[in-house]
């Protein structure tokens, strides 16, 4: 089997959802199949770990030129099975290439054995150890099937650890593609082990095999995979799902904001862990806000194609197109008003989905709580900032947040926002982007962080090797209260010393 394992047998078909046309077929591996990824993955392990973190930063260095320079095919790909519009495909394309520079840099000093505190500095020494996990299983969505896919696996590989991926049934053609050109920078047979399939199958081995487990995806998804690996007691990262809030405070520049948070709703069709889907306008600024930010998602040019034009594409499919439409219709139902869309463009495609701003929305309505993954905005007046805080912080979710506001303000507020990034005055672009810090979500929004130190420590298991000097610390030959009051005397200089 090569990187991107495909024997002969059943086949899927792969959907443009802006088209509605099939544009190739990929292989439905099974569970033996994984099996068999599993293992060629464990025996190619041994020899990566033992590879160089010189070599290893070669390789990515190489991916991260390679992706810069075949982005109109990658975009191409990523446009084709996703329905994206262009810019929201390129982001994944910078995606990757700023998380295989940044880890390729970064890899040899954060894993090198460190020099820890040690208990008694003379007579011990104390460093610590990583020894990377193994293989690494990685369940991706299909909102960015790139970046969810390579970027999630680079940290990974860069540890010492080889990846077996399930990229989304619906667009496994770009972590195909990432698998040819990770070849092409020099990584090993079987580092990068690419399966597509259904999660009854694919997903299921992986649960059986992996070492460690990277997910994202739906907050029930993430729990119910979480308890399928709990009794091998295996690690696991997980991001979830989100109702991201957006605040815009009493001394917000309204035209920036409107500027800002129309891209921020409905980026990538609102198909994105960290879009807003719940905007809280402070009431000294709604009247300017409101019909401005609605004027302007009335300009937002939807459709489908590669051209750069178009602002906002299609669905991931009809029926999640099913999905957003039940979503608006109940809120409308129970009384929500639309200000703007609340429908379908079929015009363009069964797929596509008018860009929706509602108002009014009753906490009976299921988008009221529930996360719809599209294009859709819900917008409340509040009476003050605190009260924006509040109503940001009721759910059960909490991965991103923005704040609309002078900065001195919009820090005050960030403070208090419980979710794991938080953007002021910009809606996620450049949280998500600063892959130097970590990014996560609080609550039922998930568990780890990818990007930061952590994103990369967390495909490690750490090794504390202590070495004692002279004598021993138990067992020495010393008289037993001589020693203890030894200790106690050392206990209490260290305590000035040892700060």
Same mark, same amino acid.
């Given at each position: 089997?090569?990187?991107?394992?495909?024997?002969?047998?059943?086949?899927?078909?792969?959907?443009?959802?802006?088209?509605?046309?099939?544009?190739?077929?990929?292989?439905?591996?099974?569970?033996?199949?994984?099996?068999?990824?599993?293992?060629?993955?464990?025996?190619?392990?041994?020899?990566?770990?033992?590879?160089?973190?010189?070599?290893?930063?070669?390789?990515?260095?190489?991916?991260?030129?390679?992706?810069?320079?075949?982005?109109?095919?990658?975009?191409?790909?990523?446009?084709?099975?996703?329905?994206?519009?262009?810019?929201?495909?390129?982001?994944?394309?910078?995606?990757?290439?700023?998380?295989?520079?940044?880890?390729?840099?970064?890899?040899?000093?954060?894993?090198?054995?460190?020099?820890?505190?040690?208990?008694?500095?003379?007579?011990?020494?104390?460093?610590?150890?990583?020894?990377?996990?193994?293989?690494?299983?990685?369940?991706?969505?299909?909102?960015?099937?790139?970046?969810?896919?390579?970027?999630?696996?680079?940290?990974?590989?860069?540890?010492?650890?080889?990846?077996?991926?399930?990229?989304?049934?619906?667009?496994?053609?770009?972590?195909?593609?990432?698998?040819?050109?990770?070849?092409?920078?020099?990584?090993?047979?079987?580092?990068?082990?690419?399966?597509?399939?259904?999660?009854?199958?694919?997903?299921?081995?992986?649960?059986?095999?992996?070492?460690?487990?990277?997910?994202?995806?739906?907050?029930?998804?993430?729990?119910?995979?979480?308890?399928?690996?709990?009794?091998?007691?295996?690690?696991?990262?997980?991001? !979830?799902? %989100?109702?991201?809030? $957006?605040?815009?405070?009493? =001394? *917000?520049?309204?035209?920036?904001? &409107?500027?800002?948070?129309? /891209?921020?709703?409905?980026?990538?069709?609102?198909?994105?862990?960290?879009?807003?889907?719940?905007?809280?306008?402070?009431?000294?600024?709604?009247?300017?806000?409101?019909?401005?930010?609605?004027?302007?998602?009335?300009?937002?040019?939807?459709?489908?194609?590669?051209?750069?034009?178009?602002?906002?594409?299609?669905?991931?499919?009809?029926?999640?197109?099913?999905?957003?439409?039940?979503?608006?219709?109940?809120?409308?139902?129970?009384?929500?008003?639309? !200000?703007? %869309?609340?429908?379908? $463009?079929?015009?363009?495609? =069964? *797929?596509?989905?008018?860009?929706? &701003?509602?108002?009014?929305? /009753?906490?009976?309505?299921?988008?009221?709580?529930?996360?719809?993954?599209?294009?859709?905005?819900?917008?409340?007046?509040?009476?003050?900032?605190?009260?924006?805080?509040?109503?940001?912080?009721?759910?059960?979710?909490?991965?991103?947040?923005?704040?609309?506001?002078?900065?001195?303000?919009?820090?005050?507020?960030?403070?208090?926002?419980?979710?794991?990034?938080?953007?002021?005055?910009?809606?996620?672009?450049?949280?998500?982007?600063?892959?130097?810090?970590?990014? %996560?979500?609080?609550?039922?929004?998930?568990?780890?962080?990818?990007?930061?130190?952590?994103?990369?420590?967390?495909?490690?298991?750490?090794?504390?090797?202590?070495?004692?000097?002279?004598?021993?610390?138990?067992?020495?030959?010393?008289?037993?209260?001589?020693?203890?009051?030894?200790?106690?005397?050392?206990?209490?200089?260290?305590?000035?010393?040892?700060?």
């Amino acid at each position: 089997m090569s990187q991107a394992i495909a024997p002969e047998r059943t086949m899927t078909d792969i959907i443009n959802p802006a088209t509605g046309e099939v544009i190739t077929t990929v292989p439905a591996h099974t569970k033996e199949e994984t099996k068999v990824a599993f293992e060629k993955a464990r025996r190619a392990q041994k020899r990566w770990a033992k590879t160089s973190f010189r070599q290893r930063r070669k390789i990515f260095l190489k991916l991260h030129n390679l992706v810069i320079d075949n982005r109109e095919r990658i975009m191409d790909t990523i446009q084709d099975e996703n329905g994206k519009n262009r810019l929201s495909a390129l982001e994944e394309v910078l995606d990757v290439a700023l998380t295989s520079r940044h880890y390729g840099y970064r890899a040899e000093k954060l894993l090198k054995p460190k020099g820890r505190r040690p208990v008694m500095p003379v007579l011990t020494s104390t460093r610590e150890e990583y020894a990377p996990k193994g293989v690494v299983g990685i369940i991706a969505p299909f909102n960015y099937p790139l970046s969810l896919t390579v970027s999630d696996a680079i940290p990974a590989m860069l540890a010492g650890n080889t990846v077996v991926l399930k990229p989304d049934s619906q667009t496994p053609l770009s972590a195909l593609l990432g698998a040819e050109l990770l070849a092409e920078a020099g990584l090993p047979e079987g580092v990068f082990n690419v399966v597509t399939g259904r999660g009854s199958e694919v997903g299921q081995a992986i649960m059986q095999e992996c070492d460690y487990l990277m997910f994202t995806g739906s907050t029930a998804t993430g729990q119910s995979l979480a308890e399928q690996v709990a009794p091998r007691l295996i690690d696991y990262s997980m991001e !979830l799902g %989100g109702k991201n809030p $957006l605040i815009v405070a009493d =001394d *917000a520049d309204v035209d920036r904001a &409107v500027a800002g948070v129309w /891209p921020a709703c409905f980026g990538n069709s609102g198909q994105l862990c960290i879009s807003i889907e719940r905007i809280y306008v402070h009431r000294r600024v709604a009247d300017e806000f409101i019909p401005k930010f609605v004027d302007r998602v009335n300009q937002i040019k939807v459709g489908g194609g590669r051209g750069w034009d178009n602002d906002m594409g299609s669905l991931i499919s009809v029926e999640h197109a099913d999905t957003v439409e039940k979503f608006v219709n109940d809120a409308v139902e129970k009384g929500a008003k639309v !200000l703007t %869309g609340g429908k379908r $463009l079929r015009e363009l495609g =069964d *797929a596509f989905y008018a860009p929706t &701003v509602l108002t009014d929305v /009753p906490e009976s309505a299921d988008l009221h709580r529930g996360e719809v993954f599209g294009p859709v905005v819900y917008i409340e007046i509040v009476d003050s900032n605190d009260e924006a805080v509040r109503r940001a912080n009721d759910t059960d979710y909490g991965l991103n947040s923005s704040v609309w506001a002078k900065p001195s303000t919009g820090k005050k507020i960030a403070s208090k926002l419980e979710s794991g990034t938080v953007n002021i005055n910009e809606g996620y672009a450049p949280a998500w982007s600063a892959i130097d810090a970590p990014m %996560g979500g609080w609550k039922t929004s998930g568990v780890g962080r990818r990007h930061g130190d952590g994103g990369m420590t967390k495909y490690t298991e750490s090794r504390n090797v202590t070495q004692t000097r002279f004598m021993n610390l138990v067992n020495n030959g010393i008289r037993s209260d001589i020693w203890a009051t030894a200790l106690a005397t050392s206990l209490k200089l260290g305590r000035d010393i040892l700060r």
